[in-house]
Nanobody, 119 residues
């Protein structure tokens, strides 16, 4: 089992920044990728960003590319999501997920952290 804990959400004004953290613990040796998804009220969960664990490659949704940056701390099995130039449309619950080569849907998900961007 893998435990996933997100932190760093909060309320910020439009144009501001936040950094989310995601710490994975437990059986993390099989991790192939870690990623962030978000879900706004009344909308489906959507992909935000991901990082492949072996190569360190990063992937972004078009809606956040250039504003968000995903990075990692290998030693602590932690990934970060630096979010800059935040907009009200970024308001959502942000979830971190650990993929162990099973696909995101079957990965290990955290409980989520709320990000609210006021206009």
């Amino acid at each position: 089992q893998v435990q996933v804990v997100e932190s760093g959400g909060g309320l910020v004004q439009a144009g501001g920044s936040l950094r989310l953290s995601c710490a994975a613990s437990g059986r993390t040796s099989s991790t192939t990728a870690m990623g962030w998804f978000r879900q706004a009220p009344g909308k489906e969960r959507e992909f935000v960003a991901a990082l492949s664990w072996s190569a360190g490659s990063t992937f972004y949704a078009d809606s956040v590319r250039g504003r968000f940056s995903i990075s990692r701390d290998n030693a602590n099995n932690t990934v970060y999501l630096q979010m800059n130039s935040l907009q009200p449309k970024d308001t959502a619950v942000y979830f971190c997920v650990v993929d162990q080569n099973t696909g995101w849907a079957r990965g290990y998900w955290g409980q989520g952290t709320q990000v609210t961007v006021s206009s």
